[in-house]
């Protein structure tokens, strides 16, 4: 990475973009941004040193800018990312970019459907207080930096590798982690063995000297780690039940026990690795406590799968065995909706009371025979449907009680209603 070049983001404020740039930062570079909207995040790359664009415009790609990095989500008429090709400026996607920057490095790379975050903040964590002084890129902010980036000096880099669109693929990891694996981002993969396809071609990258870390007994992972010549570990035999967490199920104790197998095999002692994870403190949006209403327990989480959702609502029951759990859901994408709409309907009645808002169209992928008021329909009479934030903290507002927690969960701005809750 050449510590005279001038980067551009476009789409800087999200939360991998703005840890990338983070990264070219840390590493010399010039670093400049646009997005749609100032955030917190936007806030707090100009304090660091970021040039930031409030807004999207031809005229933010200047002659000195060597690169520009986008999203793959940003359609090619973005008229930024027309103009630098206009200037021969070269062009590369966010998931080429980084791997660019973490490829020279010993990599860690976490990925899977469910808990890529969650582990590699634990992965940060016991590097941290191993002294193995890691360079870090997390798809959340951790809860004791707030940041989603942490620069290291050492040869260790631990990133989070998203499967979408195949996008891990830019990687090369020594060290790969599996959390699970299931059937999702089903706008582009077309069934599971198109997702285990992927991460297979993934898993055959990993060198000889290198380890995958994994549930072997899982048969959605078998075919992704059988007769590679890498050492394979299951990760399953490092859980351990008196293991205390102050996030609470049975998929962070897995989380908790990747994160462990993977550290042991670069060198961290287990017991070590265990007293570290037992002061583990979270990440954003991950089953994060904001605070109480009413004597309720407020939560936020990013879960946006009906496995995720399961999974956090059978650990608030864990954490509160006395307490109703009420569920306010933003589902993410009209056909993630309708592809697994059986398994939203059977997830979400795992809840005391569901509180549905409109979809999330992340993608555009509207037109779907599934909305919202549909899913609050089949799900039953212990769902609502709310067309509005403001509704949805309208019914709660007049019921809740300390008998209450509530999880506000969805991968896209439902968070908004914790922000009016609290």
Not at 71 to 85: I, K, P, Y
Not at 196 to 225: C, H, M, W, Y
Request: hydrophobic share 40%; aromatic share 8%; proline share 3%.
């Amino acid at each position: 990475m050449s510590i005279k070049k001038h980067i551009h983001f476009i789409g800087i404020g999200g939360i991998g973009m703005s840890a990338l740039a983070r990264m070219y930062l840390h590493e010399g570079c010039q670093v400049s941004g646009s997005d749609r909207a100032v955030s917190d995040i936007t806030r707090a790359l100009e304090a660091e040193g970021v040039t930031f664009c409030e807004t999207q415009k031809k005229e933010n790609i200047t002659d000195g800018i060597d690169v520009v990095v986008y999203t793959e989500a940003m359609s090619q008429d973005h008229e930024e990312l027309v103009a630098a090709r206009e200037k021969s400026i070269r062009t590369i996607n966010y998931f080429e970019a980084l791997g660019e920057a973490v490829n020279p490095y010993h990599l860690i790379a976490v990925a899977g459907t469910h808990g890529k975050t969650t582990t590699t903040a634990m992965l940060a964590d016991i590097f941290e207080a191993a002294a193995f002084d890691p360079t870090v890129i997390v798809g959340s902010l951790r809860s004791k930096t707030k940041s989603n980036f942490r620069a290291g000096k050492s040869k260790y880099a631990i990133v989070e590798a998203c499967e979408y669109r195949r996008d891990f693929l830019t990687l090369e990891p020594d060290v790969l982690v599996i959390t699970n694996l299931e059937h999702e981002h089903v706008d582009y993969y077309k069934d599971l063995a198109d997702v285990q396809s992927a991460f297979r071609e993934l898993a055959e990258k990993v060198p000889e000297d290198g380890v995958i870390i994994a549930n072997t007994k899982d048969p959605n992972i078998k075919p992704v780690v059988e007769g590679l010549s890498c050492t394979v570990v299951d990760y399953t035999q490092y859980i351990d039940p008196f293991l205390t967490l102050s996030q609470p199920g049975i998929h962070n104790q897995m989380n908790a026990a990747a994160a462990l197998a993977a550290a042991m095999f670069v060198g961290v002692g287990k017991e070590e690795g265990k007293r570290t994870l037992q002061q583990f403190s979270g990440t954003w949006r991950r089953f994060e406590y904001k605070g109480e209403k009413s004597g309720a327990k407020i939560y936020d989480d990013y879960g946006h799968h009906p496995t995720e959702i399961k999974a956090t609502v059978q650990g608030a029951r864990d954490l509160y065995p006395e307490r109703e759990v009420t569920v306010v859901f933003q589902p993410h994408m009209y056909s993630r909706l309708e592809e697994l709409f059986a398994d939203f309907v059977e997830a979400l009645q795992k809840a005391d009371r569901v509180i549905i808002i409109p979809v999330y169209d992340a993608r555009n992928d509207g037109g779907s025979s599934v909305s919202s008021e549909t899913l609050a329909h089949a799900v039953g009479a212990s769902a609502y449907y709310a067309a509005s934030f403001d509704e949805a903290v309208g019914i709660l507002e007049g019921s809740l009680s300390e008998k209450d927690v509530v999880l506000v969960m969805g991968a896209g701005d439902v968070t908004e209603v914790t922000k009016k809750l609290i």
